[in-house]
């Protein structure tokens, strides 16, 4: 009989830094956005209501359809904003458009019936719980403490 006298190795976390962090809040909110938009389209009515031209109460034209790939671009290009803008540039982009997104994202229930609620409750729960994780990772975001300054040395002999 083999006792066993060495403990396993223990996985190791490793820190995450807050752009990644970041990026992959968008990823999933984008994910998120796009589903809830496609199981839309199980609903009873809505693609007879998209073949006669109409979504929700708005005639289908060239400025809506911009006005709702804008709404999927901006959390795709946030993607890779997060892990390219610099720190202070980064954080404030983040803590803006998250903020703009809450609204957005509740506006989705307008004009819907409790039938649904569930449905729409679950989803913009799920996006405003990813909204709030990046405003909370922006604002918290980790600040380099001051190094003092000390003598210059000019003598390159030192």
């Not at 996985?11 to 807050?18: A, K």
């Not at 997104?101 to 819907?112: C, D, K, M, Q, R």
């Not at 922006?138 to 300054?149: D, G, H, K, N």
């Amino acid at each position: 009989m083999t006792i066993r006298t060495k403990t396993p190795n223990q996985l190791d976390n490793l820190p995450i830094p807050v752009q990644a962090k970041l990026a992959a809040a968008w990823t999933s909110c984008m994910f998120l956005y796009i589903y809830v938009d496609y199981f839309h389209l199980y609903k009873p009515g809505v693609i007879d209501g998209i073949r006669g031209g109409v979504i929700f109460e708005f005639e289908i034209s060239p400025t809506l359809l911009t006005i709702f790939l804008a709404s999927v671009a901006i959390p795709a290009l946030m993607v890779i904003l997060s892990m390219t803008l610099p720190a202070r540039a980064n954080r404030a982009t983040n803590l803006v458009t998250a903020s703009l997104y809450i609204p957005l994202t509740v506006f989705n229930a307008a004009g819907e019936s409790w039938d649904w609620a569930f449905f729409y409750g679950l989803s913009i729960g799920l996006e405003v719980l990813l909204l709030a994780f990046i405003l909370g990772s922006a604002w918290t975001w980790p600040r380099t403490s001051a190094v003092p300054a000390g003598p210059a040395t000019t003598d390159l002999r030192q």
